[in-house]
């Protein structure tokens, strides 16, 4: 299982940012597959997840409404997309695979400030 992130950098609040993670090493068309985060100092959250087809999504509540989930099982990839930032957004995002809980990718930093 493999999972590489990308999209991430240095934004101002208001901003906008696309995560991408393409994933390998399983058949992704048949995952779940989540996007999570990790601020300096604090634990890893989750922040939204998307089901097998994307007819179902769930957001952690302090991003619903400006994030969105979305997947394109053809190219194997997961998608983010990030609309009016916060500098309480600032973390490392990874996306994930529910079904292999032990698999990480390297994460990309993502970084509001003005």
């Known amino acids: 299982v493999q999972l590489v992130e990308s999209g991430g950098g240095l934004v101002q609040p208001g901003g906008s940012l696309r995560l991408s993670c393409v994933a390998s090493g399983f058949t992704f068309s048949s995952a779940y597959m989540s996007w999570y985060r990790q601020a300096p100092g604090k634990e890893r959250e989750l922040v939204t997840i998307i089901d097998v087809t994307g007819s179902y999504t769930n957001y952690e509540n302090s991003v619903k409404g400006r994030f969105a989930i979305s997947r394109d099982n053809a190219k194997n990839m997961v998608y983010l997309q990030m609309n009016s930032l916060k500098p309480e957004d600032t973390a490392v995002y990874y996306c994930?695979?529910?079904?292999?809980?032990?698999?990480w990718g390297q994460g990309t930093q993502v970084t509001v400030s003005s």
């Open positions: 994930h695979a529910p079904r292999f809980p032990q698999y």
